[in-house]
């Protein structure tokens, strides 16, 4: 039985060959007429399964999915563990001679920069300073057992300290007689339940392989969420540059608020936190321009923070900045190392949504600055494992009283500059902010805050360099515009963490939108194929020459519309929300293109013999386009079936061409009708199914014919036979 259907599906194929060869013998579309043969078979989806020996790939059960997971081997093991912990596998291959100066110019220049941004990010918390020092120091620990990339530089990032600074600014005293220090420890106490909690939602997002959940975030989301960001922080650097009082608001419009407060209170500022952040700005943004400048000539990038905070301190300390002039000051550092202590975790019902929205926004800035400079120096990092490095981070950083750490773009960008090797600078980073904390610490006790707010609003140029996207999406994509103003818009106006769950739930609206908005794309087939004439001065129009491709009617001029054949395309996925607009524009374009262009063959008394004993019933083909079509759910699989028996009832016969392999896989077993899938036809391709319907025209092609020997039908039969046997 099997070898009289493969002797069949041979001799149908082998009919198709010799008209495709008779055809190509007249073709002036560009076609080579001494193309290979294999080219111009119409083969569908079961002749190519057989011709191309098809394994039945059968799917585990429960149990041997669990067998396979857990079986134990040394090799295995082995493998976990180095995966686990990618230190144990670049360590002892670690070469002094190589990497150690690279490393250690690296490590110290970090480390210079981590001083100045662990203080400034503190102040963003809305912490003591000291709390910046310590999340510059426990997390750089755990990247280097854990991490896989070697040019992060993991530790404070300015926009996770915006959001923690959000949460804890909602910190309010309860009684007017509670003391600062109070508060100040509430702070605290809300900034590390935060960070702990994010800890453990990026270590579930690990175990459930939520590598990737990063990519849900855009780029638009995200640029215009970090600019509004960027604006909030200004505003909020405002009262300490002009020593003008401000309370930090929440809820609605919190920087327009806070903006309000300075400039009622402009009469109130102090005149020497002026002239500090004046002579502060002016030295910064001057060494900063004198740094880009001579890049070429430096080795090194001139640390301006470090060099503007120590003359900070010693001026305030020689002038008696506190004392004479009223400037606000770091205050009391303690030296030492803070004892692990487990939060308490008592608000972690109130803390989960910003908890989640920063676990969010940190892995997706880890992730896409890791893939840039992996791509950039041509190594490989584990999104995975990274995701599992930051977790253990937060967690293990909200024991020893950090905030919420990532990577930093300006601190990774210095380590690339350096030529860092490994991640072993990170280690020596590490160790110098250690020296700081048990050592000099307490020198900066007398550093103006001053100096701190201009640092931050200074470093976060690049940030508003951002509103530079405005014009590049407005040429390119307008409705990423649309979000990249959605994000910005919802932020300023419902604060970080809300605005953060705004503008992602409008990114995926957008989403929809644009499945919703795909049209369907009408391609033609050409004209010459069908002639009757008999005349091999034929115009090829739709195909494009020397090839077997279909384009688009409307940006290919050359495609007409021809006698009964219609492609229909669809560029996205088809699911429950646009399938009615998608097959009733499908029925629609069909049954307007079966009236307009009708199949132009003339049928006779033994046209009904004719086409390999085919029965004559259906006038008009319609060939589908699935191969941009990811998925399609039940609801619109049952659409599909449902459009293919209306057509066939209306004698156009239904081609589904080139569906990815899920697909296929759905129409087997998504519990399909075997009367609705019989009136489907499946092909590799849109040529496969353009070639097939021709040949069951009822009228044989009226062209000039060129025979090949006997001898080389005989030889050819025989081949694809073999194949199939």
Known sequence: MFLDVIHSN????????????????????????????????????????VLGQRLEQRPLSFLERVKTQCCCSGARLKSLLLGLFPVLSWLPRYSIRENAVG??????????????????????VGVPP????????????????????????????????????????????????V??????????????????????IQLLMYLLRGGGVGRWLSDPVIRGYTTAAGLHVMVLQLPLMTGIPAQRHTGLLPSVWTLNDVLHGVTSAVPGALSVSSVSMVILIGGKILNERFKNKLP?????????????????????????????????????????????????????????????????????????????????????????ALGLCNTVGGMF??????????????????????????????????TILLKIGQLFEQLPKAVLAVIIVVNLQGLMAQFKDLCLLWKCDRLDLVVWVASLISTLVFNLDLGLAVAVIFSLLTLIYRTQRQVCTLIYIPLSILSSSSSSSTVVLGRIPGTDCYRD???????????????????????????????????QTVSRDHKKNPAGVHTSSS?????????????????????????????????????????????????????????????????????????????????HAVLRWLSTLPRPLEVHRVSLPRSSEDLMRKSILTKCL
């Open 179 to 200: 003391e600062q220090i109070d508060v100040e420890a509430a702070k605290v106490n809300v900034a590390v339940q935060l960070t702990f909690l994010c800890g453990l």
């Open 401 to 434: 009283q950090c905030f919420a750490v990532s990577c930093s773009f300006s601190r990774s960008m210095v380590q690339e500059s350096t030529s860092v090797k490994s991640q072993m600078a990170g280690l020596l980073s590490a160790l110098m902010m250690l």
């Open 10 to 49: 041979v001799a149908d194929t082998w009919g198709e060959k010799r008209n495709t060869l008779q055809m190509d013998s007249v073709d002036q579309s560009g076609f080579p007429h001494n193309r290979p043969p294999y080219q111009a078979v119409a083969v569908d989806e079961a002749q190519l399964d």
């Open 553 to 587: 009617v409307l940006l290919y001029t050359k495609a007409k519309p021809v006698a009964g054949v219609t492609i229909l395309s669809y560029p996205s996925p088809i699911y429950f929300a646009n399938s009615q607009l998608v097959f009733t524009q499908i029925r």
């Open 607 to 687: 046209s009904s013999s004719s086409s390999s004993g085919h029965t004559w019933r259906h006038t008009h083909c319609m060939v589908l386009d699935l191969s941009s079509v990811t998925f399609m759910d039940s609801v619109a699989m049952l659409a599909l079936f449902k459009v293919a028996e209306d057509l066939d009832v209306q004698g156009v016969r239904v081609f589904l061409a080139g569906c990815p392999e899920r697909i296929l896989s759905q129409l087997q077993t998504q519990g399909c009708k075997a009367d609705s899938l019989s009136t489907l036809c499946l092909f590799p391709s849109v040529h």
């Open 103 to 124: 490393d250690l110019v690296s490590g110290i220049s970090v480390g210079i920069i981590q001083l100045p941004q662990g203080m400034a990010n503190a102040m963003l």
């Open 300 to 388: 090194v990038a001139i640390p301006w923070e470090l060099i503007l905070i120590v003359m900070g301190t010693i001026l305030s300390v020689q002038m008696d900045l506190v004392g004479q002039h009223k400037v606000q000051v770091v205050g009391h550092i303690p030296s030492g190392l803070s004892p692990p202590v487990l939060p308490s975790l008592s608000q972690a019902r109130e803390l989960f949504l910003p908890a989640l929205s920063v676990a969010l926004v940190g892995f997706s800035f880890l992730s896409a600055l890791g893939s840039v400079f992996a791509n950039k120096h041509g190594y490989h990092v584990d999104s995975s494992q990274d995701l599992l």
């Open 130 to 177: 000291v709390f910046g020092l310590y999340s510059s120091l426990y997390p750089l620990i755990v990247y280097f057992i854990f991490g896989t990339s070697r040019h992060l530089s993991i530790g404070t990032f300015a926009i996770l300290a915006i959001m923690i600074g959000s949460v804890t600014a909602k910190v309010e005293l309860l009684d007017n007689a």
